[in-house]
Nanobody
Framework: QVPLVESGGGSAQAGASLRLSCVAT????????MAWFRQAPGKEREFVAF????????SYADSVKGRFTISRDNAKIAMYLQMNSLKPEDTAVYYC???????????????????WGHGTQVTVSS
């Protein structure tokens, strides 16, 4: 198991930036591909961004492409999500997730990830 702990959420005005962090507790962190998901009230959990084990391959949901950047630092066993130009529709609980493979899943579904953090709330006001 790789316990995951998110931090960095909070409230922001539209157009502002926030940086989320996800810290693991095991050095085997570099063996797991990682992703960020989010869930707004009354909606299903949706994919936000993916990063492979080495931190080289990334992918993004269309809704955040060009505004959000996913990264990781395996030496610090941490992953990040830099969120710029925030919009009210970005309001959600953000979760980090780990996958027991380095490659991305065929579909960016939550069911393809094996471990989850407890989430951090992001609220964007207009």
């Amino acid at each position: 198991q790789v316990p995951l702990v998110e931090s960095g959420g909070g409230s922001a005005q539209a157009g502002a930036s926030l940086r989320l962090s996800c810290v693991a507790t095991e050095r085997t962190f570099s063996m797991y591909a990682m992703a960020w998901f989010r869930q707004a009230p009354g909606k299903e959990r949706e994919f936000v961004a993916f990063i492979d084990c080495a931190g080289v391959g990334t992918s993004y949901a269309d809704s955040v492409k060009g505004r959000f950047t996913i990264s990781r630092d395996n030496a610090k066993i941490a992953m990040y999500l830099q969120m710029n130009s925030l919009k009210p529709e970005d309001t959600a609980v953000y979760y980090c997730a780990a996958r027991d493979f380095c490659s991305p899943p065929i579909r960016p579904s939550p069911s393809n990830y094996d471990r989850w953090g407890h989430g951090t709330q992001v609220t964007v006001s207009s």
